[in-house]
């Protein structure tokens, strides 16, 4: 079958150049090559991620890391802070784990507030608190710099964010603004193909952890940080040596060759077109203000059938995603994160402006 360009959400496309990485022939994985590679694959991360933290790579999707996080720090008390679809998966994890959590849950297309923080930080319940700050599922973009004001005041809680539909296309200064563990998958805004996922983890989150009991086995913070700093950047089971490679790769073309700040500008800018676009012909779903930079959720103002437009993109060579559960027809996405460039939108909106026959 055709490939279709990928505009949906994750996986995205992936450069041939990526591609290319991930057939690097195997190395053993408890050697000194393999060290070398993690040592400088973290590296690159922590400039990415401004962070000092020491970096988890994981052999797993995002979620993997999401259930690390929340079960191995959790000694009293969880809150999710949700703002749809990957918010409640938070929650539902902390839930299977039997971690105790509550959930509070925003309107979808509504980001989270400082004072809901706040309220909920406050009553000395939690010591952890997770929020999403790039929500997939409505293309709710949470102001984490303001968020961040409220956890510096509540030094206890550890705070856990979900940056897999955002990191690599948004700044996200992880020590500056105090996040403790951030996750992310590498199939968004890093460009790579879906299967790793990584996280950065504090001190405070560390120590934390050392009083929880049950950790799990797979994914022990513990154990994966212990391979990190105490044997020389292993992994207590078997790496995913090929994502290894091509993250590699594909870090050294996202700090030296394009520049983190090159790259944040240009996601800022293709959303603002994509988004300009949208309130052209249909309107946006999330609040402005809250409006990702990685994926644009439009309301179907027109009432299209989204199932039948994406029929016929497909024809054309193209992807677009329908809305997440309830949002299904009722809204869809678009996706413009990792290597997408302006004149890869403007292809893809003028298919579909064509197709609906708008501005005719
Ligand atoms: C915001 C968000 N969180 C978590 C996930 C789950 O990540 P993964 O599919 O890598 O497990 C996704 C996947 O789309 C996501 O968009």
């Known amino acids: ?35 070398d590679l993690q040592r400088r694959v973290s590296r690159k991360l922590q400039t990415l991620m401004y962070t000092g933290n020491p970096i988890i790579l994981s052999a797993s999707s995002g979620t993997g890391l999401l259930e690390m996080a929340i079960r191995c720090t959790t000694v009293k008390r969880a809150i999710v802070f949700s703002v749809g679809a990957f918010g ?31 309220r909920y930080l406050s009553t000395g319940k939690y010591d952890v608190a997770t929020v999403t700050h790039n929500e997939t599922s409505t293309g709710v973009m949470n ?18 964010v979900d940056t897999v539909s955002s990191l690599g296309g948004v700044k996200i200064p992880v020590d500056e603004l105090g996040i403790d563990i951030c996750v992310t998958s590498s199939q968004k805004a890093l460009g790579l193909p879906p299967g790793l996922s990584l996280a950065s983890v504090s001190q405070k989150a560390k120590e934390r952890a050392t009083g929880v009991k049950n950790r799990g086995y797979y994914f022990d913070m513990l154990q994966l940080l212990k391979y990190v700093e105490e044997r020389n950047f292993q992994y207590p089971s078997t790496p995913s040596i090929s994502h290894t490679y091509a993250l590699d790769f594909a870090l050294e073309r996202i700090l030296n060759q394009e520049g983190l700040e090159a790259r944040f500008e ?7 077109y994509v988004r300009s676009w949208a309130k052209q012909y249909f309107a946006l779903f ?5 409006a990702s930079d990685t994926v644009t959720c439009i309301s179907n103002t027109r009432a299209i059938s989204v199932k039948d437009l994406n029929n016929k993109l497909a024809e054309r060579g193209f ?11 009722k809204t869809f996405r678009i996706a413009h994160m990792a290597e997408m460039q302006k ?12 197709i609906l026959g708008l501005g005719a």
């Open 1 to 35: 079958m055709a490939h279709k360009k990928l505009f949906i959400p994750g996986p995205v496309e992936v450069d041939q150049g990526v591609l290319n990485k991930m057939s690097t022939p195997m190395i053993g994985h408890r050697t000194a090559e393999w060290s």
């Open 286 to 290: 999330p609040e402005q203000k809250y």
């Open 143 to 160: 102001n984490v710099e303001e968020l961040a004001e409220v956890f510096r005041k509540f030094p206890e809680v550890v705070w856990c």
């Open 266 to 272: 240009r996601h800022r800018q293709i959303a603002e």
């Open 319 to 329: 992807a677009i995603s329908n809305g997440y559960g309830e949002l299904k027809e």
């Open 88 to 118: 409640n998966r938070w929650h539902a994890i902390a839930e299977g784990n039997g971690v105790p959590a509550d959930k509070y849950e925003e309107q979808w297309g509504r980001g989270i507030t400082p004072d809901v923080v706040e």
């Open 343 to 354: 004149a890869d939108l403007e292809e893809l909106l003028g298919h579909i402006e064509d």
